[in-house]
């Protein structure tokens, strides 16, 4: 199985080495840490899987540069709109080829989606804490991680490439869940991303501890996220309980003092996922005739600081 992959940071790297210690090669296109790459590879320390190196089949400067042919192409980059997959893929996608997101938020298919019709998408959420603490070196703190997997629009065809992909990754020490309602599980994924990620900022640059620690944030987090279930739950059959809430939060009283990824790019003056992780969650809930109002206001409030900052 030959694989390709499209952002080559903390997730892109932490997967493709798993794939290719199941036997596939596994190649990536790397930006900014292109040559430490290429040098010596990708070291990651990580909880569940201890310290390894992985050294890639292929590192590519750019997705023009792209070699040889791939049955799946693998986007890990952010979802932001300073990133054009459409454009940034056009040289990498051929007839058959899957294309797997596994990216945070809401509608971040759609654009694909519209350009490549007749190529398989596949929605993938993350379970894993992990950042790029230096160019070519991961670090990986949770204990709970797990990749789900679903297909954008169901198909038998499709179903058996998807599954053969997962079966491949399952031979090695990767946890792959199935899902054919995967927007249910970007919903409940949704559930942690839109409220400790825009929290943290908005908060004054707190990790996921100082806001549970905090009475008034701890009952904001609650508030936001009971707000994410209850909206998810007008458009799928099967419910998300709210029970959801309380597990989002004991395990991340578990992660201790976590810096949730929207932080952490703020911080170091990247483009955050706003987008994908606010304003589509309300504009996909507002079509379905409801409304999200404290994740409005906490939309509202992370723009006007994106406004200072600029
Ligand atoms: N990290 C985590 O624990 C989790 C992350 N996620 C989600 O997974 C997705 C990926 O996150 P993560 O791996 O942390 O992000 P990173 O920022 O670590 O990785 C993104 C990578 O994409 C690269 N990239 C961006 N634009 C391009 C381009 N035009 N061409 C080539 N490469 C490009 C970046 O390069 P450069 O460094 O040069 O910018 C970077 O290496 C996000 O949607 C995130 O929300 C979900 C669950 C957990
Ligand atoms: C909740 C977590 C840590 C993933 O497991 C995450 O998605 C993030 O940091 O954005």
Redesign the pocket.
Known sequence: MNILI????????TFGSHLQHSGAKVSL?????YQVVKESGIKLETVNWGNYTFIPDNVFK??HEVTGKYDHVVV????IP??NLVE?LKPVIAENTMIHL????IG?ENDLAAQYPNNPIVSC????????KE?GY?V?T?HVTYFTLGLFKLNDVDNEKLQKFIDHGRIGKLALNRDDCIQRSRWK?LIW?ASFNPLSIVAGNKTSKEILDDEDLHSLVRTLMTEVVTTANHFFEEKIPLEAVDENISNTLKIGHYKP??LL?WENG?PI?ID??LRNPILVAKEHGVDMPNLNVIYRLLKAKLKDQQ
């Not at 499209?6 to 790297?13: K, L, N, Q």
């Not at 959420?125 to 790029?132: E, G, R």
Request: charged share 10%.
């Open positions: 499209v952002g080559a940071g903390a997730i892109g790297c296109v790397c930006r900014s840490n750019s997705t890990s980059t952010k979802a300073q990133v940034l596994i990216q945070n938020g971040i959420i993350a379970y894993i804490a992990c950042h790029q160019p991961i990986a949770s994924k991303n990824s929207m790019d990247n996922e994908a992780i």
